[in-house]
């Protein structure tokens, strides 16, 4: 399957603890973003890569939330002292751009969090 | 300014029907338009996306309609099937900045 991927599909932890999520991407493509999605709402930004430059990240994502794109290629998302609130999906996607007008994100199925 | 609101936040159609989704927008600076199909479980995948420049695209059953001066801008679903049962997504984006997505569109298609 040469989709993104992504790794745990399912993690549960406890409120305080730390988890790391991993992002494996399609192969040459040189942008990679994170997003989360809760219940009945759409994705949200999170932050994003080109090649191994973070470029933007969302004010959703506190000083709690870290992300790294080393040698511009898988991507780790770090989340430490959980809290409830951080329970949702957590999406990650891959794209290639050659037109900053248009960017079709490929995405994975997603890492569920849940924060007891 | 950022936001992009779609409705309905709910669909149910007859199979062989045809399906409505509306957004619409404030940023006049959006110039990419992709709508997304998420089946539970998964990841959105594109479907089908608009630039401004034109007022309609079609692929197969699926055609988006753009009003530029209204800012809003329709996903059609013609001959609406149950495996087109999905939430849709629509989305906005503006030159190399992030990517806006909507609520979403739960769609049931009735056999």
């Known amino acids: 399957d040469t989709g993104v991927s992504q790794d745990p599909r399912h993690k549960i932890t406890k409120r305080g603890q730390n988890v790391t999520f991993r992002c494996d991407p399609i192969?040459?493509?040189?942008?990679l973003y994170w997003y989360r999605q809760t219940l009945g709402q759409g994705p949200e930004f999170l932050t994003y890569f080109q090649n191994e430059a973070q470029l933007e990240k969302s004010r959703l994502l506190s000083d709690r939330f870290s992300a790294e794109r080393p040698k511009g290629s898988f991507s780790t998302l770090e989340i430490q002292r959980t809290e409830q609130g951080d329970s949702a999906m957590y999406l990650c996607a891959s794209s290639l751009i050659r037109d900053i007008h248009t960017d079709t994100q490929y995405f994975g199925p997603g890492t569920r969090l849940t924060v007891l | 300014q950022q936001q992009v609101k779609q409705s309905p936040q709910s669909l149910i159609v007859q199979k062989g029907g045809i399906s409505i989704i509306n957004c619409a927008y404030e940023?006049?600076?959006?110039?990419?338009f992709p709508w997304y199909q998420q089946f539970p479980g998964k990841g959105p995948a594109l479907l089908i996306a608009?630039?401004?420049?034109?007022s309609e695209k079609k692929e197969g059953r699926f055609t988006i309609s753009f009003n530029k001066s209204a800012k809003q801008f329709s996903l059609h679903i013609m001959d609406s099937q149950p495996g087109d049962s999905a939430t849709y997504f629509c989305?906005?984006?503006?030159?190399?900045?992030?990517?806006?997505f909507g609520a979403g569109t739960r769609l049931f298609v009735k056999a």
């Open positions: 989305a906005a984006k503006a030159g190399g900045f992030k990517t806006i």
């Open positions: 608009i630039r401004p420049d034109v």
């Open positions: 192969s040459e493509h040189n942008r």
């Open positions: 940023n006049t600076a959006f110039d990419y």
